[in-house]
């Protein structure tokens, strides 16, 4: 899955005033996206909101994303749930035809143990026709899926090529590169930690923050994978400040701050989540206007 390496995007679902889907915004963030490099795009995932986004309007989006990528990225489809067999029912009704792979969650909210874990993937893998990634992001589900869950699906599953780990735990993720099969991917799914996993044999990440600033956050991770330390520390060091401060109020209330900034979409969130404060806004900006200055 080469399709894979690099720097991925969780795009976000912008609005408009009256908490519509903005086709229009939406264009805008993926043509910005490919201009500024980076290597897939995924939809409909958390940044998306799509917890919040009717059937409808999922397809909408899946929609007008494709439409304006026309074939030149690779797409990954979120594809995930607490309900096991709604999943795999999902699966069997999808157009899946424009998606190199899903990317889907580890079970939230019912905090199963590690078997069920295993047990949820293994059923996803066997209805899925294209190539999973797993998604462990404990901070969001209330469980953690170890390295031992992970490296026996990966060995037992064929079609299980990459997990996105967003555990923020520096030795777990070194546990499973360190275990995993020769093609089997680990990516980043925290842009604090996407360049040390890179450099700890990691193959990429999943950005929120990268969608904003893509030409610099991917210029980061192919430094990154090609060995260039300094190089990519040097960008990681600048982009740090504006990685902490895009989640200081929750995801993605921060990154849609940097798109309204940059004039490309509005910074409507739908509730329960609620826009950036004016004080974030200012800091965001802040922090934009510093990486200008720095000629990056």
Same mark, same amino acid.
């Given at each position: 899955?080469? +399709?894979?390496?690099?720097?991925?995007?969780?795009?976000?679902?912008?609005?408009?005033?009256?908490?519509?889907?903005?086709?229009?915004?939406?264009?805008?963030? =993926?043509?910005?996206?490919?201009?500024?490099?980076?290597?897939?795009?995924?939809?409909?995932?958390?940044?998306?909101?799509?917890?919040?986004?009717?059937?409808?309007?999922?397809?909408?989006?899946?929609?007008?994303?494709?439409?304006?990528?026309?074939?030149?990225?690779?797409?990954?489809?979120?594809?995930?749930?607490?309900?096991?067999?709604?999943?795999?029912?999902?699966?069997?009704?999808?157009?899946?035809?424009? @998606?190199?792979?899903?990317?889907?969650?580890?079970?939230?909210?019912?905090?199963?143990?590690?078997?069920? *874990?295993?047990?949820?993937?293994?059923?996803?893998?066997?209805?899925?026709?294209?190539?999973? =990634?797993?998604?462990?992001?404990?901070?969001?589900?209330?469980?953690?899926?170890?390295?031992?869950?992970?490296?026996?699906?990966?060995?037992? @599953?064929?079609?299980?090529?990459?997990?996105?780990?967003?555990?923020?735990?520096?030795?777990? *993720?070194?546990?499973?590169?360190?275990?995993?099969?020769?093609?089997?991917?680990?990516?980043?799914?925290?842009?604090?930690?996407?360049?040390?996993?890179?450099?700890?044999?990691?193959?990429?990440?999943?950005?929120?923050?990268?969608?904003?600033?893509?030409?610099?956050?991917?210029?980061?991770?192919?430094?990154?994978?090609?060995?260039?330390?300094?190089?990519?520390?040097?960008?990681?060091?600048?982009?740090?400040?504006?990685?902490?401060? *895009?989640?200081?109020?929750?995801?993605?209330?921060?990154?849609?701050? *940097?798109?309204?900034?940059?004039?490309?979409?509005?910074?409507?969130?739908?509730?329960?989540?609620?826009?950036?404060?004016?004080?974030?806004?200012?800091?965001?900006?802040?922090?934009?206007? +510093?990486?200008?200055?720095?000629?990056?």
């Amino acid at each position: 899955m080469e +399709q894979l390496i690099g720097t991925g995007v969780a795009l976000i679902t912008p609005f408009r005033e009256d908490l519509s889907v903005d086709v229009e915004a939406l264009e805008r963030v =993926v043509e910005h996206n490919i201009q500024g490099g980076v290597d897939y795009l995924v939809v409909l995932g958390t940044t998306a909101e799509s917890a919040t986004l009717s059937q409808a309007e999922k397809q909408l989006v899946v929609d007008v994303v494709v439409r304006a990528n026309a074939g030149r990225l690779p797409l990954v489809l979120g594809v995930g749930g607490n309900n096991t067999m709604a999943v795999v029912n999902e699966l069997k009704t999808l157009d899946l035809s424009d @998606f190199d792979a899903i990317l889907s969650v580890s079970p939230y909210y019912n905090k199963p143990t590690q078997e069920g *874990i295993y047990q949820h993937f293994k059923l996803i893998s066997e209805a899925s026709p294209i190539p999973i =990634v797993l998604y462990n992001v404990p901070s969001r589900t209330g469980s953690n899926m170890l390295p031992a869950t992970t490296l026996r699906l990966a060995h037992d @599953f064929a079609n299980i090529v990459a997990i996105k780990e967003a555990c923020g735990d520096a030795v777990q *993720i070194d546990n499973i590169i360190k275990g995993k099969p020769e093609d089997f991917l680990v990516i980043s799914g925290d842009d604090s930690t996407a360049l040390a996993t890179v450099l700890s044999g990691g193959a990429g990440v999943i950005s929120v923050l990268g969608q904003g600033l893509p030409s610099l956050f991917s210029d980061m991770i192919k430094f990154g994978l090609e060995g260039n330390v300094k190089e990519a520390y040097a960008i990681h060091h600048k982009l740090s400040p504006l990685m902490s401060q *895009i989640f200081e109020e929750g995801n993605p209330a921060g990154i849609k701050s *940097i798109f309204e900034s940059k004039g490309i979409s509005r910074a409507t969130v739908r509730l329960p989540l609620v826009e950036a404060t004016s004080v974030l806004k200012d800091k965001i900006v802040a922090s934009l206007g +510093q990486l200008d200055k720095a000629h990056v």
